[in-house]
């Protein structure tokens, strides 16, 4: 007789990073998967097991649809957290974020601790809760955060949230602080860091991106999707030992890369003439949020925790380019 397949909840499977774990999730018969958002939940096309997917919409900041989810769930083996306003959005509306980004993953929290006691919580917090001053070198573990954001203030509450329900055993949680993910396919979010994506993906498209900030040597810390994925199940079967019981978050590994190097690779996979698809035209308000990110994080820690790391801008770029032609 095969093993019952493990319950895996994952919130936000309306974006790129549900369905991104989703799919790799569901080419094992080892696992079912609980797909929610406020908009329909992406069931990923072509996977071995579609019959192992379940997907629920509805509003995870009502109480009842909280419970829906988990009746559904029953019985949690782990859930992802990832639904949340961006960066952006998180600033243009602080009320809004506070419900989404604080109040909605609290009340989940609370209600994994009654129904679940002890499931493992991977929150997808940011490393935008780190703000100036930042050291002249890499952020290391022991700069403290200091987020100049909305999002970036709202994430690390909620990890202080959650390093206190991890301590007392209420749940066994992990906080991922990802860096941006470069090249995401799909539409432009509301991110402040979206068109880290879009000047490959919209050029690549014949479409024109614009760049909010006049300054090609600006770093960005970044992460392909494919390294994302392999390092989300790697933290899904991690030893909860790997950290102190009151410090649960994990900065995940990336790689510092300019613009120009973007552009360069741009031009290398995509070919010279998508460059005249990009247009640099500074917005004061994203700039602001983008300089007060962190351009690199020393990535000894979860490195040796076992997670894994992109190798140059050119990797991000060909990988996509080459999804692209499959």
Known sequence: MPPIPKNILITGAGGFIGPLLASRLLNDPGYRVILTDLVDPVIPSGVKHPENATALKGDICDPSFVTTILDAAAPLHAVFLFHGIMSAGSEANWDLSLRVNVNSVRDLLLALKDRFPGVRVIYS????????????GKVTDDVTPTPEGTYGAHKLMTEVFINDMHRRGFIDAFSLRFPTVSVRPGRPTNAASSFLSGM?????????????IQDRAFKSFLISPDTLQ???IRVLNMESEKLPKHIRHINVPGISVSIQEL??????????????????VSDSDLERILRSWAPELDTTTPLKLGLIKDESADTLVKQYVDSLKS
């Open 263 to 280: 552009m360069d690779a741009l031009a290398k996979y995509g070919g010279e003439d998508k460059l005249k698809y990009l247009k640099e």
């Open 200 to 212: 490959i993906r919209e050029p690549m498209a014949g479409v024109e991106c614009v760049i909010p």
């Open 125 to 136: 917090s940011s490393q935008a809760v780190y703000g100036r001053p930042l050291p002249a």
């Open 230 to 232: 392999e390092n989300l």
